[in-house]
């Protein structure tokens, strides 16, 4: 029994210096893992093993190994990130796997890749011709990132010389029935709009699941519920047409009257109306 409990105590000392060395290293160590992080990462795993269950070795020794092996991993980190010749031999260059649409084959024997696992990585990213891809690479960690030819490019705002206004990131207001006071504080808003909000929906706060608040205060609810069909927010949507009809009204009213004057002052106030609908259109038709 006293082993028993020698190899618990041994186990949550691992871990916890697992734990602790494994923030140490960083976000990339858990993520995109080199040859060498993966080799470390193995080789720590195996150690804490060790000095959970070897109760015949001292437990200290195996800590002195980590220390070492987390050590050899920071040292090598710090030799890449101030030499660049360092990062090639560690990690390896990127090769090119596809340029102008034709396969370079003696790379695909480098990095012993097969026709079949080329077309599979390509057929993930949504490629299915060879000849539609201007450029494929494959990056020290085995990922391989595609550049389609211009021709194939998705259309985007920017081709057709359109202005879209920037997104930020939507604020989670509620989450699993309950308001997250924080994030409405955040966007500068109360739970009373919140609980407006609702009202216009139809829906009570308990019934919602995840509620998300965008950059321009419209409010996206998912429901416990999904056969509750919830209505689209419309807010922009109606302020846009209202703006519209107040320009069609000013132009309306200065075709319809004859005071040379109050004609001058409609156009001049429908043409301010168009510029700024002109201005807004990028934030209200999203």
């Not at 618990?8 to 923030?23: E, N, P």
């Amino acid at each position: 029994m006293p082993d028993a409990y020698e190899i618990v105590i041994r186990t949550l000392l691992a871990v916890l210096v697992l734990f602790i060395m494994t923030k140490i290293l960083g976000k990339r160590q858990v993520s995109q893992l080199s040859l060498f992080e993966y080799i470390t990462g193995i080789t720590i795993g195996n150690l804490a093993g060790s000095i959970s269950v070897d109760l015949d070795a001292k437990w200290y020794l195996g800590l002195i190994s980590l220390t070492v092996w987390i050590g050899c991993s920071l040292g090598i980190e710090f030799l890449q990130l101030k030499s660049k010749t360092m990062r090639d031999f560690i990690d390896s260059k990127a090769t090119v796997l596809i340029k102008e649409g034709k396969v370079q084959e003696d790379n695909l024997k480098k990095e012993r890749l097969t026709t079949d696992e080329l077309m599979e990585q390509l057929r993930k990213r949504s490629v299915f011709k060879v000849a539609d891809v201007e450029f494929a690479i494959m990056e020290p960690s085995g990922e391989i990132n595609v550049l389609l030819k211009r021709e194939y490019l998705p259309l985007t705002p920017s081709h057709l010389g359109i202005k879209v206004a920037p997104e930020k990131e939507p604020q989670a207001a509620i989450m699993d029935g309950k308001i997250l006071n924080e994030s409405l504080a955040t966007l500068g808003l109360s739970p009373g709009w919140l609980h407006t909000e609702l009202d216009k929906l139809g829906v009570t706060i308990e019934n919602v699941f995840l509620g998300q608040v965008d950059s321009y205060g419209q409010l996206y609810v998912d429901l416990y519920d999904d056969k509750i069909k919830v209505p689209v927010p419309q807010e922009k949507a109606t302020l846009f047409a209202t703006l519209k009809q107040c320009e069609a009204d000013l132009m309306l009213y200065g075709l319809t009257t004859k005071n040379k004057e109050a004609i001058h002052m409609y156009e001049r106030c429908s043409k301010q109306m168009e510029d700024i609908i002109a201005e807004l259109k990028p934030l209200l038709q999203r």
